[in-house]
């Protein structure tokens, strides 16, 4: 068959990069277009997305598109969940969307559960793990705090939708994005009713549902007259960056835990269908949508962000800028202390090595004292809580777990590979890199009737890329 070519939007809590892929009918190529931050605002005490500029850089990308020649087959598009975006009554953006860290929803969950639904009820509807950002509790905040864009707002969208929407003007809500806000019930597939009224809202504000592997739209007239391209069809993806990656999960059986790793880190099982009861709310395990209908069973872990934001406050000369020189100051410290990556003190610190010092204090443990210690500590305790995790779900799920894949860009990072398969005592499985941009392309591919299964998907990506694997010495 002729190559067939796929514009995968990736964007994650520090970048978005966009990929062009190629399917030959048996390997995926991918090859990097373009690259770009995802832009914090800072102001008024608050954080925002700039969406615009994230929109402005999709266009710059398929500007490049047109300069190359390529022809598309489809576009999609995958972002980090719970965060949303207002849209009035003409499609205008209303005002810039909340960015998850800003700390206007500290003491929201408690809010809620006091004031309109018990906790309990809330885990049993939605079987998802309570996390102050989730949307159900920043919309709350909103409404509480921001009366105006409250009443004004027309369309609430999801990140993804929302570029989706600014693309092809189409209001969708992509089910396994949904599926993160605390809103979506798994048992009927859809927004649920009595936890939108709980906030005031109705379904209607929120675009129809739509499943990964549809089609959504094609590109608007404006659109296609700013990029000079046709009406590419764009379609809906894994739209939560984790479905997407865990579709790229290279699994022969379903013997395995996956792992994406990077500023978070989401660690969990596939199932089949909702895992909701009194162990999983004690655990705090979520029940998110993935691809065909199946149910991705994780704990959200805090990931790298401990280690990007260390590196922020260290200056130049003081360590390495290539990253691959950082992760390697570990093998320059023998600190053997540790920290529980979830304390809520490192949810969003002013100084994150400040934020380990008081942990450490507090527990009676050595401190870190270079940025090697520091990076040591980081390592081995994210071993150490991924490892923890792995038994929680042995526990609760039937899935005999013999390994486990990593799949982001935290799957380069050897030695933190090395310190999980210490920890965990069984093989870590590390690649794709690009997982959630692959996973994406894989949807599209399946979309335009080249592949039929998941399993087909995951063949494909054995055949395509190298994995490594990394065992207990």
């Not at 990140?159 to 809500?173: F, H, K, N, R, V």
């Not at 570990?330 to 202390?337: A, D, K, N, W």
């Not at 080249?450 to 990394?470: C, D, F, P, Q, W």
């Amino acid at each position: 068959m002729l190559p067939t070519y796929y514009f995968s939007i990736d964007l994650g809590a520090t970048s978005g990069r966009t990929i062009i892929a190629r399917y030959d009918g048996g390997r995926v190529e991918m090859r990097e277009l373009t690259r770009f931050e995802t832009t914090q605002i800072h102001r008024n005490g608050h954080i925002f997305w700039d969406l615009p500029k994230l929109y402005d850089d999709i266009l710059l990308a398929l500007h490049k598109v047109k300069a190359e020649g390529i022809c598309l087959t489809s576009i999609g598009i995958d972002t980090w969940g719970c965060d949303v975006a207002f849209f009035d009554k003409d499609g205008e953006l209303i005002g810039l969307p909340y960015c998850y860290r800003d700390p206007h929803t500290d003491g929201a969950m408690e809010r809620y559960f006091a004031e309109c639904m018990p906790k309990e009820e809330l885990y049993e509807r939605t079987g998802i793990q309570f996390m102050p950002f989730n949307t159900l509790f920043q919309l709350d905040t909103i409404r509480r705090n921001d009366k105006d864009a409250w009443l004004r707002a027309d369309k609430i969208l999801f990140m993804p939708d929302a570029l989706i929407y600014m693309l092809t003007g189409e209001s969708i809500c992509e089910r396994t994005d949904a599926s993160t806000s605390q809103m979506f019930n798994p048992r009927t597939g859809d927004l649920d009713a009595k936890i939108l009224g709980s906030i005031g809202l109705e379904r209607a504000r929120f675009g129809r549902l739509v499943s990964p592997g549809e089609q959504v739209g094609v590109l608007s007239r404006k659109v296609q007259e700013q990029t000079g391209l046709g009406p590419v069809p764009v379609v809906a993806v894994g739209s939560h960056d984790t479905a997407s990656a865990v579709a790229s999960v290279p699994a022969k059986d379903g013997n395995y835990a996956y792992l994406s790793c990077g500023t978070w880190s989401l660690l969990g099982i596939e199932s089949p269908t909702p895992i909701i009861n009194e162990a999983s709310l004690a655990h705090n395990f979520t029940n998110e949508g993935g691809l065909d209908g199946t149910v991705r069973f994780l704990k959200n872990i805090t990931g790298l962000w401990l280690l990007e934001q260390c590196k922020k406050e260290w200056m130049d000369g003081q360590v390495p800028a290539n990253v691959n020189e950082l992760n390697a100051l570990c093998l320059h410290s023998q600190c053997q202390s540790l920290i529980n990556p979830d304390d809520p003190r490192f949810a969003h610190p002013d100084s994150m090595t400040a934020a380990i010092d008081s942990y450490l204090s507090e527990t009676g443990q050595q401190p870190a004292q270079t940025p090697a210690d520091y990076v040591r500590v980081i390592f081995r305790s994210l071993a150490k809580r991924y490892a923890e995790v792995v038994e929680m779900l042995r526990t609760i799920t039937p899935v005999d777990i013999q390994r486990l894949h990593v799949i982001g860009g935290g799957s380069q990072n050897p030695y933190l590979m090395q310190f999980a398969a210490e920890a965990l005592r069984i093989p870590v499985i590390a690649g794709p890199k690009e997982g959630t941009a692959l996973g994406n392309a894989l949807v599209q591919i399946r979309a335009a009737g080249l592949v039929n299964s998941l399993e087909e998907m995951r063949a494909i990506v054995g055949r395509s890329i190298e994995l490594k694997t990394y065992q207990l010495k």
